[in-house]
Structure formats: structure tokens, C-alpha cells
């Protein structure tokens, strides 16, 4: 992983990382808060995503959206690397239910 981008206040994003998962490794299941938004684009590559309860197999060009206090992760099916763009966007307090 590399952080390709860190917010310094003047853009609408947090940050921006640049992912590339090795065959059977995973972005374990984790959960952010209530302020933000993670976006998953996958670049290249076989994946199976898991959002809460629902787990769906992701590939090149698909974008996943993790909502604010969801639980997601990610794991490589594929036969070689898996690489995706991670982008964390802030989540305005009054539009969060």
C-alpha cells in the first residue's frame, strides 16, 4: 500500500491510497466511523469483497462504496496481484442518519 494522497484541509478527500494485494492476502474485515466514506476501484485483478453480511466477487473496473460504519473487506481470489484505488471521503455530520 501507498498513500498517495493525505488531505491537508483543501481538497474533499481524506485520502487516496494505492493498494496492490498479493494472491490470498486480505484487507481484513474492519470497520470505519460515522464520518466517512470509503471507495474501492479496482484497477486489475480477481477479488472478493464482503460489505456487512453480503460478500460479491469484484474485478477490474468495479467500484465498491463502504458506507459510513460499515464493515468491509477484501480478499485477492485472483492468481496475481490485485490492485485497486482507496479513496476515503468525509462525511457531512448532518447527513448521517
Same mark, same amino acid.
Given at each position: 500500500? #501507498?498513500? &498517495?494522497?493525505?488531505?491537508?484541509?483543501? !481538497?474533499?478527500?481524506?485520502? $487516496?491510497?494505492?493498494? &496492490?494485494?498479493?494472491?490470498?492476502?486480505? $484487507?481484513?474485515? +474492519?470497520? =470505519?466511523?460515522? +464520518?466517512?466514506? %470509503?471507495?474501492?476501484?479496482? @484497477? %486489475?485483478? !480477481?477479488?472478493?469483497? *464482503? $460489505?456487512?453480511? %453480503? *460478500?460479491?466477487? @469484484?474485478?477490474?473496473?468495479?467500484?465498491?462504496?463502504?458506507?459510513?460504519?460499515?464493515?468491509?473487506?477484501? @480478499?485477492?481470489?485472483?492468481?496475481?496481484? !490485485?490492485?485497486?484505488?482507496?479513496?476515503?471521503?468525509?462525511? &457531512? =455530520?448532518? #447527513? $448521517? #442518519?
Amino acid at each position: 500500500m #501507498s498513500r &498517495a494522497f493525505i488531505n491537508r484541509g483543501d !481538497l474533499g478527500c481524506n485520502y $487516496i491510497d494505492l493498494v &496492490a494485494l498479493e494472491p490470498n492476502t486480505s $484487507i481484513g474485515l +474492519h470497520r =470505519h466511523g460515522p +464520518h466517512d466514506t %470509503e471507495i474501492y476501484v479496482m @484497477v %486489475e485483478g !480477481l477479488g472478493k469483497m *464482503t $460489505i456487512e453480511d %453480503e *460478500t460479491l466477487l @469484484v474485478t477490474t473496473g468495479d467500484v465498491v462504496v463502504n458506507p459510513p460504519n460499515g464493515m468491509h473487506g477484501l @480478499v485477492n481470489v485472483g492468481k496475481t496481484l !490485485l490492485k485497486l484505488v482507496v479513496i476515503d471521503v468525509p462525511v &457531512a =455530520h448532518d #447527513s $448521517i #442518519s
